[in-house]
């Protein structure tokens, strides 16, 4: 027979240099509960042939079984003492947490102990937290997600690693392997009577589903962490794509990507749908609360006929469409106006001038042109006979109107935006330009009939309009 006790901590050795998990004396947490699965992973890190890892215990005590619960603890300060190990132990009373937070059970546990791992990782200034998850948790792991109507990130289960360092180099091995090993080496563990409570899904998925679809196949186990294994390498692999897609195309700035929906709309259908996910991954630090619904309503916000629409998401995400640009941005509570909103300035005379916003404003006095000349964008002539200093400089406001160079009539400068496709978001930094008060130019978009040169003209001033 097999010695299980010496051929395990050789698996798991490779395994972790496989994975990339940690390195030779890095430092690790060990989540340990006490039941099986921890114990035997603590063990198997003590016995690491060429690693030799730095372990600290971490131990979370969730208060939900009285007595059973606080032996629990006591069960693992013997262990980490036997290991001669630090230990971390905190207690959170994880009922009264759900109900505080409304959640159920096993959401509030599964919350509380990431927080408590997070918090020792960086305090310890650990490599990684080191999880029991084996490939029996994977077979639920999949079935509960493919019950919830996961799609094929879902459905690849849990990886060996995830973005917050949490590693799992047990995935590789079966429940009946690590209570095989732990009965070789006359290890005892904790039994956790919640483990039986079938009101948790997963727990009625471990006692009730698997051992039935196991009558299909008595494989089921090994063949769904297979097929998560496979699904895993391939979701690894397209989200590599659609990253470096994100990355090519996308503009970020502090809270705000911005993609345009070209970009968007040439990408076959699966791939779209990665980069809706990976732009809110991004911005809310985690898909939690996202859903196939939301996803949906991001495709029907890009075909949307509306040259402008706003989407609210979970997480206080909010999807813009902007004409040929969708913006994805975390909501901020709303703010007064600026003071570059609400300033004006006054214009005296020829000069530079900063605009409110960080733009310029040069005006230089020129002699009226005999014929009419083609501008450069930004640039604009006006008869200062026609409107005579002192100008003035604000941003637009709702109402504003101008009667446009050509036109006799009024017309409001919010459908000036509109025909010129001026973004909602950007149209409140837009500088105008007055005369008294009537507005001679939506800078670097359209002038004045009022202001226009003609045959009488004699002298003009030429204004120069400079984006930040």
């Excluded at 600290?56 to 629990?72: I, W, Y």
């Excluded at 948790?137 to 019950?147: P, S």
């Excluded at 985690?286 to 075909?303: G, K, M, V």
Aim: charged fraction near 25%; charge should be positive.
């Amino acid at each position: 027979m097999t010695d299980i006790s010496a051929m395990l901590p050789q698996r798991i050795a490779r395994t972790i240099r496989e994975q990339r998990l940690f390195e030779p004396g890095d430092t690790i947490i060990v989540a340990l509960s006490g039941g099986a699965d921890s114990t035997a992973l603590l063990d198997l890190l003590s016995r690491l042939p060429g690693l030799s890892p730095r372990l600290v215990a971490a131990h979370l005590n969730h208060c939900l079984r009285g007595s059973e619960s606080d032996r629990d603890e006591e069960f693992v300060r013997s262990l980490a003492a036997r290991y001669r190990i630090p230990l971390e132990c905190r207690r959170v009373d994880v009922k009264e947490y759900s109900q505080r937070e409304q959640l159920n059970l096993e959401d509030a546990g599964r919350r509380a102990r990431i927080a408590f791992l997070d918090e020792l990782r960086h305090s310890w200034q650990a490599t990684a937290v080191a999880l029991a998850h084996h490939a029996d948790d994977q077979a639920e792991t999949v079935l509960m997600r493919l019950l919830r109507g996961a799609g094929p990130g879902g459905l690849a289960g849990m990886s060996y690693r995830n973005g917050r360092g949490f590693i799992r180099p047990l995935l590789g091995l079966s429940r009946a392997e690590l209570v095989a090993y732990l009965t070789e080496r006359g290890l005892t563990w904790r039994e956790d009577a919640s483990n039986r409570d079938t009101t948790f899904l997963r727990n009625r998925i471990r006692h009730e589903l698997l051992p039935m679809l196991e009558g299909y196949n008595p494989a089921i186990r090994e063949r769904l962490a297979a097929t998560a294994a496979v699904l895993s390498d391939e979701h690894a692999l397209l989200n590599q794509l659609t990253s470096a897609i994100v990355d090519q195309t996308c503009a970020a700035d502090d809270d705000t990507l911005a993609c345009p929906v070209s970009t968007l709309s040439e990408q076959p259908p699966a791939l779209r749908r990665r980069f809706f996910r990976l732009l809110l991954e991004r911005q809310a630090g985690n898909l939690n609360h996202f859903s196939n619904r939301h996803i949906a309503a991001l495709e029907h916000l890009l075909e949307s006929s509306q040259p402008n629409a706003t989407l609210n998401l979970p997480q206080g995400i909010t999807a813009v469409r902007e004409y040929d640009t969708l913006l994805v941005r975390r909501r901020t509570v709303s703010e007064p106006p600026s003071s570059a909103t609400a300033v004006e300035l006054e214009i005296t005379g020829a000069g530079q001038y900063r605009l409110p916003g960080g733009a310029t404003l040069t005006l230089t006095p020129v002699a009226a042109p005999s014929d009419v000349e083609p501008l450069a964008a930004g640039t604009a002539l006006f008869d200062p006979d026609r409107v005579p200093f002192p100008w003035r400089v604000r941003m637009f406001r709702n109402g504003d109107r101008i009667t446009p160079f050509g036109m006799t009539g009024s017309k409001k400068v919010k459908e000036l935006f509109i025909d010129a496709k001026v973004p909602r978001s950007k149209r409140c930094a837009v500088p105008l330009l007055f005369c008294g008060d009537t507005l001679i130019w939506v800078c670097g978009l359209r002038t004045s009939q009022l202001a226009r040169l003609d045959g009488a003209s004699t002298r003009a001033i030429r204004a120069v309009f400079s984006e930040p």
